[in-house]
């Protein structure tokens, strides 16, 4: 699994329309009710974007297969029993999880001890 945090702070917020000028999220989702953007916490703070959730993002650094059936439930139950919320994305390459950003070593032990128990 090999779970990775990448430097820095993320947010979810919400806008209408397409992404604004300057900014570049780390996801994007199409919704009915806007478009949520995924991005580093100080872009969304200059952008004067609102969000309440400040995330850790970790990588996955094992390629999963898209049609895989059971790593994100796995993940999500490790995760879950540890009391950590967690946002899955699947990239084409890699998962990547948004976990809250205090807790993201936290979440990063939990996944290696995940992993260790399924290897060995």
Same mark, same amino acid.
């Given at each position: 699994?090999?779970?990775?945090?990448?430097?820095?702070?993320?947010?979810?917020?919400?806008?209408?329309?397409?992404? #604004? #000028?300057?900014?570049?999220?780390?996801?994007? +989702?199409?919704? #009915?009710?806007?478009?949520?953007?995924?991005?580093?916490?100080?872009?969304?703070?200059?952008?004067? /974007?609102?969000?309440?959730?400040?995330?850790?993002?970790? !990588?996955?650094?094992?390629?999963?297969? /898209?049609?895989?059936?059971? /790593? !994100?439930?796995?993940? %999500? !139950?490790?995760?879950? @029993?540890?009391?950590?919320?967690?946002? +899955?994305?699947?990239?084409?390459?890699? @998962?990547? /999880?948004?976990?809250?950003?205090?807790?993201?070593?936290? $979440?990063?032990?939990?996944?290696? @001890?995940? $992993?260790?128990? %399924? !290897?060995?």
């Amino acid at each position: 699994m090999r779970p990775q945090v990448n430097p820095g702070r993320y947010v979810f917020a919400t806008v209408e329309g397409g992404v #604004p #000028p300057g900014l570049a999220p780390v996801v994007a +989702v199409a919704e #009915p009710e806007g478009l949520t953007l995924v991005l580093r916490q100080e872009d969304a703070d200059a952008a004067g /974007l609102a969000y309440t959730y400040v995330a850790g993002w970790i !990588t996955l650094r094992v390629h999963s297969a /898209l049609e895989a059936v059971g /790593l !994100t439930a796995a993940v %999500a !139950t490790e995760l879950a @029993d540890a009391s950590l919320s967690c946002n +899955v994305v699947a990239g084409f390459h890699h @998962d990547h /999880l948004f976990v809250p950003y205090e807790s993201a070593g936290r $979440a990063v032990a939990v996944l290696e @001890d995940l $992993a260790g128990r %399924a !290897t060995g």
